[in-house]
T-cell receptor
Framework: EDQVTQSPEALRLQEGESSSLNCSYT??????LFWYRQDPGKGPEFLFT???AGEEKEKERLKATLTKKESFLHITAPKPEDSATYLC?????????????FGGGTRVLVKP | KAGVTQTPRYLIKTRGQQVTLSCSPI?????VSWYQQTPGQGLQFLFE???????NKGNFPGRFSGRQFSNSRSEMNVSTLELGDSALYLC?????????FGPGTRLLVL
């Protein structure tokens, strides 16, 4: 069974204080690993897809990396508007369709 | 391009009732998936439809069902509602493997 574990559960940062979020996964053949951002009361917003170990993607202050067992989301010099819950999900090659298995998320609060 | 839309946005029902939620995917997307999000269980996959056929199903009881129409719009139905069905129900559409989520329908069962 595919499993995704995210750590830490919550993270409090000062504005400008860089940090990393971890996503550990076990999956029967990875088709893709996805990062989403979710604001309270809203649906998840797509950030990145990573397909193979060694791959990196960047968007503004966010950078996602992937190894064979985990992914990291690095937040560089965060601003208060980066406060959100960050969700990691995997898609298995063996699964029919686009089913995503999600981790529990990391709640990030950036204080000015 | 307009995003995924879901209606209604909020619903209050009582135990034993049934409910139907609606989802309109992004134009051109033929795959629609449904997820349930609760504080205790997080985001859990319900089912996926592609070209009006159920392509995959999660581990939910048969009270949860769905369908997809020829214009790719989808509905999900929950019969005989239980208190534990209170959740945010999210719909996502995709063209290839990346799923784009709607704002969700917040269901409260009293």
């Amino acid at each position: 069974e595919d499993q995704v574990t995210q750590s830490p559960e919550a993270l409090r940062l000062q504005e400008g204080e860089s940090s990393s979020l971890n996503c550990s996964y076990t999956v029967s053949g990875l088709r893709g690993l996805f990062w989403y951002r979710q604001d309270p009361g809203k649906g998840p917003e797509f950030l990145f897809t990573l397909y193979s170990a060694g791959e990196e993607k960047e968007k503004e202050r966010l950078k996602a990396t992937l190894t064979k067992k985990e992914s990291f989301l690095h937040i560089t010099a965060p601003k208060p508007e980066d406060s959100a819950t960050y969700l990691c999900a995997v898609q298995a090659r063996a699964a029919a369709g686009n089913k995503l298995t999600f981790g529990g998320g990391t709640r990030v609060l950036v204080k000015p | 391009k307009a995003g995924v839309t879901q209606t209604p946005r909020y619903l209050i029902k009582t135990r034993g009732q049934q409910v139907t939620l609606s989802c309109s995917p992004i134009s051109g997307h033929r795959s629609v998936s449904w997820y349930q999000q609760t504080p205790g269980q997080g985001l859990q996959f319900l089912f996926e439809y592609f070209s009006e056929t159920q392509r995959n199903k999660g581990n939910f009881p048969g009270r949860f069902s769905g369908r997809q129409f020829s214009n790719s719009r989808s509905e999900m139905n929950v019969s005989t509602l239980e208190l534990g069905d209170s959740a945010l129900y999210l719909c996502a559409s995709s063209f290839r493997e990346t799923q784009y989520f709607g704002p969700g329908t917040r269901l409260l069962v009293l």
